[in-house]
Structure formats: C-alpha cells, structure tokens
C-alpha cells in the first residue's frame, strides 16, 4: 500500500508483495540453471550430430539468459523485501527492475522458439539424454511465460489508469466539474466489479433479478473498494496483525471471564439447558435441508454408502410433487430422512427449487416435539451467495412494531418467497389439516436462518405460538426495532468465532478501519508479518512472542467497541502515502446498524483436554446481547465455527452435560422452550 505503479498504471499489488512469488521463481530458476550447467559441461566437444555446431551455442546462450534473469529477480527480491508496508522509499527503484525484467522476456521467449525448432527438426544421433534434457528446459521456458501472462491478467486493474487530477488539488469538492469526475470514477468501478461478478457467475440462469442484483452488488464492492489504496497482500498482513492483536486482548481478558465460570443458580441453568436440548433437536433439521451434500460431508465414509441404499427407497415415496433437485432428488430426500430421523409420510412439502432470491426448504410434521417445521436451506450455490450478497438495507412493514423496520434486502425478499408459497399454496393449511394441534417451528442455518427469522415474523401475527430457532445468522439482518420485537419468540444460537453472525456491513467497514489503522502503525516488512502470522496460524503459541511493534494507544484503539471508534483522518505525506476510512456520502455502509435476530445463546469453548491435535474441547453456553458481535473476529475458527456439522455436534454435546455451565446472570430470561 499503495499499489506498484508501473508501465504507466497501477496494479493490484504492491511492490513488497513481490517477496514469495519472486523467490519462489527464484528457486525454480536456479535448479533449472544448474540442470542445464551440468548437461553443458558434460557433453561440451562431445557432439556430433545433426545440429551438433548449433546445440552448445543454443546451450550456453540459454545458461548465461538464465543467469541474467536469476540476478534481477534476486535484485527484486532483495528490494521488495525492504520497508514497511506505507514506506515505500527503500523501494522506490523497484519498477526499473520490473522493466529490466521484462525486457528479459523478448531472448527468452525468442530462445524457447528456437530450442523448440531444434527440437522437433531433426537431431539425428544427439545423445537422447541431451534431447531429453532439452526438451525438458523448452517446455520450462513455456511453462513459465504461460504463467507470467495468467500473473499479468490476475493483478491487471481496469481502474488502474492514473487519475485525473481534480481541480483545485482535489480539494473543491463542490464544483460541477469534480463532482462528475468523483461521479464517472464511481460508476466506472460499479461497473468492473459487476463484470467481474458476471464472469464468476456466468454459469447460473440470468434474468432480471440476477441482473439486478449484479448491479447492486457492484455498487456495494465499489462503494468499500473506492477509498482505500489496499491489495490483497495489504489485507492479509492486517488481517494477520489484527489477529494477534485480538488474540492479546483476549488473554488479557482472561483472568475477568474466569470469575464468570461459576455455576449460576439451578433454575437458570435449567431454562438454558431447555432450550439447547431443543436446538439442539431442531438443529438436525437445519442440517438435513442441506440434503446430501452436507450428509456425505459429514459422514465421509459411510455417507455414500446409506445414500445408494436409502435412494432406491426413495423413489416412490418422496414427497410429491417436488420442487426442482432433478437427478439428486433421491439422493437429498434420503439424506433428510436420515438426519431427521422422520418417515417418508412426515413430509408435506420439499422445495429443491433454487435462484437468487429463491432458496430450498420444506415443511415436515416432527411428532416427537408435536410441531410443523419448517426447514430453510442455507448458502450452498452460487445463487445463495448472491442472495447474502444483497446487503442493502429494505423495509419491513409489521403491524404493531414501532420505529423503522428495516431488513437485510436479499434475505428479505428469500422469506417473503418462502412466505408466499407457504401461505398461498396452502401448505401450512394442509399441514395443519392434519395436526391442528401442533404449533409451528421455523428453523434454519446461515442464510436459512436469516430468511427463518423474517419467515417467522411475517407468519407471528397468524401464529403467536410460533418458535424460531435460528443457528449462525447474518449479523445484519433486522433494524433495532424488529430485533427488539423478535425476542419473543426467535433464539439465535451462535458457536464460538462464528464469522457469520459478526457480519454487517458497519461491522466489515470497522474491519477495513482497523486494518488500514494497523498497517499504518506496523513498522514490520510485510513478508515478515505474513511469515510469522503463518506460523501463529498452523502452530499457535503465545502471541504476545509475535510482536507487532504497536504503541500502547493503538493497540487500545482496537479494543474499543465500534462505535467508539474514531474515523481515521490522518494524512500521510511522502513515502507513507495518504489512509482515509471515511466512506463516502450516501454509502451503504454509514447507513442504519442491523441486528441479529431474538435472543442470543452464545457457545464457548472453555478448554482443550489432552494434546493439541488429538484434544477434546470443552463448550459452556452463555447469554449474549447482539452488542457482542458488533466486531468481527480474526481465527481460523470464523470459518470453521460456521459449519452446521460442528454445531450440531457441540450442541448434542452439551446436552450430555449437566448442568449446563452458565456466565451471565444478567442476560435476558430464556423463551418458553418447545415442550419435550
């Protein structure tokens, strides 16, 4: 940060994130050296043969081409290791050394054509291990200028023409003239990332809300890109640094949660305990409208084998009609059947049928817990993502809640699908014909639960004695007003570091925040920080061992809450560059803060027994106000903590433990747990 400028633009990477591909290349190139050294020296004066006179020339041109190259890119090496991430002076001659390098490929790709012509015409009586050997350095040669070409196409930026300068040094804001420069930057950049959408989702159907929401989309990219210089090495060293500055906090706050592990009175610990034990139950439903993808995930080695043989059954017993699936009907009906444990006749309705907006789901009659359930697909296509995508904020009109009711845009409109197949379709009628005196359940993961917990508000003025559990979802979902409103009847359960449920978009905008904050204050090379945050990652230890050369004051800084952050504003003249993280007018993510949805159980890990590979981890459950996820969390487990499996297991086992080990006395009272 900034980004390298050569060839007259800039590019999509710095000039310190040259270290590793550089050395990498480095490393290739010199056993590629002393391979063709060794075969040089050996048959020097030894050949004669068809081209005999020519082969030792071409061999010799090649070494001493190969030792040009391995001397710049060492330079490269060497310079782009220098600095620090916003002090760019000690590498201020970097593009020359681009340039130079790039003049060396004009003889290389010059010498791989002939070396392919004495190849392929004729060499008569030449050892075969030198044509062998040969052939060999010919196919490296066009092996490396392929992947040069891919590297140039992956870090071209079609916004990298360097920018007209507005007028007045770009200060005038206000006049005409700065205004649609300001306005043409920002539509051109809507537009690259909305082909760059369409180009990673070229093969899913379009039509006019895929297009719609491409746009929408863009604009949300373009809007967070536009303001800040930051590559992608840029945010990996941040995310990196932010990490193990979360880390120390985390143990400096540990001697204050230990106070927090005592045993809370019986009659709390019972409530949490009721309703785990039925989210725990209701989990396997979220987890069964995945289908078999999931299922054979979960079961990697018996999974297939139970899939094969409950398909068969399936065939003439599956729901009917079904809604899309196609060739894997089968295959996901059999996968519910076996996680839920339900017969075929327990399902009234499965919806397979997946577009943007539209995501799977079905109705199932659970008699164990004397309830309809209804079951919402979480994100598992390319469709889904764009529905998670579609992060705009849009209203929600509900009788009797005051204050502005807004909703996530794309789950908003996933449930009012759902909502008007359930209702217009007469499914829930028909459920209901059958079981009248059952309540009404909706559930779901991820973005099932997003799109479960608006279900479950449209439908609670037709169903008061509904539940919603929702598992993992989207942090900004719902207004504080219909927050407030959900917690009725709506409980969120969250594991761990669960990435999910911290996302917003003020929670990722304070993320760009910190890591420009943290960058800035690192006077560490980058390739240092990346090293060191590798080995943290795959080994652990102690981060306070890793340090990150911040002040005391910074470091406070990321320990405050979002919003008791202040805007970082500072310019940086010279060599450091200039960091702004004010977005800008209008920007969706200044817009209302959303919420999650209910009330909130939180799920812990205490403790590992045992190695660190072969552990078992300890889980406590706590109540949670959703102010604790107003931050998102640097871990390999944000990813990890998500999956519906791991929950689900770490659910049932903390089912098995009583009492349940409680944290807060002061959270909210638990719902009315479905009877069992």
């Not at 979902?477 to 009847?489: I, K, M, T, V, Y």
């Not at 340090?547 to 008791?564: C, D, I, S, V, Y």
Request: net charge negative; hydrophobic share 45%.
């Amino acid at each position: 940060m900034p980004a390298l400028v050569a060839f007259g633009r800039r590019w999509s990477l710095a000039g310190d994130d040259l270290v590793f591909p550089g050395a990498f290349e480095l490393l290739l190139r010199v056993v590629w050296w002393i391979g063709i050294l060794v075969l040089y020296m050996t048959y020097r004066g030894q050949l004669d043969c068809t081209h005999g006179r020519i082969l030792p020339s071409y061999l010799f041109i090649l070494i001493a081409l190969l030792a040009a190259i391995i001397i710049i890119l060492f330079v490269i090496v060497c310079v782009s290791m220098q600095g620090t991430i916003t002090n760019l002076r000690p590498r201020r001659h970097l593009p020359v050394l681009i340039y130079v390098r790039t003049a060396l490929y004009l003889p290389e790709l010059g010498w791989a054509i002939m070396g392919a012509v004495l190849i392929y015409d004729e060499t008569q009586g030449c050892p075969a291990t030198l044509i062998t050997t040969i052939s060999i350095a010919v196919v490296a040669s066009w092996i490396f200028l392929l992947f040069t070409v891919i590297a140039v196409l992956v870090v071209f930026d079609p916004l990298g023409k360097p920018n007209r300068p507005l007028p007045g040094g770009g200060r005038d804001l206000e006049s005409s003239e700065s205004g649609q420069l300001l306005y043409t930057a920002r539509s051109l950049a809507a537009r690259v990332w909305e082909y760059r959408l369409k180009l990673l989702c070229c093969c899913i159907a379009r039509d006019a809300d895929t297009q719609t929401a491409f746009t929408h989309i863009g604009q949300l990219f373009s809007t967070f890109f536009m303001d800040t210089d930051l590559v992608a090495g840029d945010i990996a060293a941040g995310l990196s640094l932010l990490h193990l500055e979360q880390d120390k906090i985390e143990q400096s706050r540990e001697l204050d949660d230990e106070a927090c592990l005592d045993p809370q009175p019986a009659a709390t610990a019972e409530e949490l305990d009721g309703n785990l034990e039925t989210a725990a139950h209701y989990m396997r439903f979220a987890a069964a409208v995945y289908g078999w993808p999931l299922y054979i995930f979960s079961h990697p080695l018996t999974g297939l084998c139970k899939l094969n043989c409950g398909c068969l059954c399936c065939r003439s017993q599956a729901p009917d009609p079904p809604e899309g699936g196609g060739d894997c009907l089968e295959c996901n009906f059999s996968s519910m059947l076996q996680t839920t444990g339900l017969q075929h006749r327990d399902f009234i309705h499965v919806s397979l049928h997946n577009k943007i907006y539209e995501i799977p789901f079905f109705v199932a009659l659970d008699h164990k817990m004397e309830a309809v359930v209804v079951a919402v697909r979480g994100t598992l296509s390319l469709e889904d993502a764009l529905t998670d995508l579609c992060a705009n904020c849009e209203t929600l009109n509900i009788t009797g809640v005051t204050g502005e009711c807004l909703a996530h845009r794309g789950i908003l409109q996933a449930a009012t699908y759902i909502y008007k197949k359930l209702m217009n379709d007469g499914i829930l009628s028909q459920a209901f014909a059958v079981v009248p005196e059952y309540r009404l359940v909706v559930t779901g993961h991820s973005l099932g639960a997003g799109a479960a917990s608006i279900l479950a508000i449209l439908l609670h003025s037709s169903f008061p004695q509904l539940r919603c559990y929702a598992f993992s979802p989207p942090g900004g979902l719902l207004s504080e007003a219909l927050a407030e409103h959900s917690r009725g009847f709506i409980l969120s359960i969250i594991l761990g570091k669960d990435l999910v449920p911290r996302l917003s978009l003020p929670n990722v905008q304070d993320l760009k925040n910190k890591i420009l904050r943290i960058v800035a204050h690192c006077n560490r090379p980058k390739y240092q920080i990346l090293l060191h945050g590798c080995w943290y990652e795959v080994c652990g230890g102690n981060p306070n061992r890793f340090p990150t050369e911040m002040e005391e004051e910074h470091r406070a800084q990321l320990a405050q809450p979002l919003l008791a952050e202040q805007s970082l504003r500072a310019d940086r003249s010279g060599s450091h560059g200039s960091i702004s993280d004010s977005s800008p007018p209008h920007s969706p993510f200044t817009g209302p803060p959303l919420f999650l949805p209910g009330k909130i159980i939180h799920i812990v890990e205490e403790r590992r027994d045992g190695c660190l590979y072969f552990s078992q981890v300890k889980y406590h459950a706590v109540w949670r106000e959703a102010s604790s996820f107003s931050s998102i969390l640097i871990s390999p487990k944000m990813i990890t903590d998500h999956m519906p499996d791991l929950l689900l297991k770490v659910l049932q086992q903390l089912c098995k433990e009583a009492p349940t080990v409680l944290c807060s006395s002061h959270g909210p009272a638990a719902i009315d747990p479905l009877p069992v």
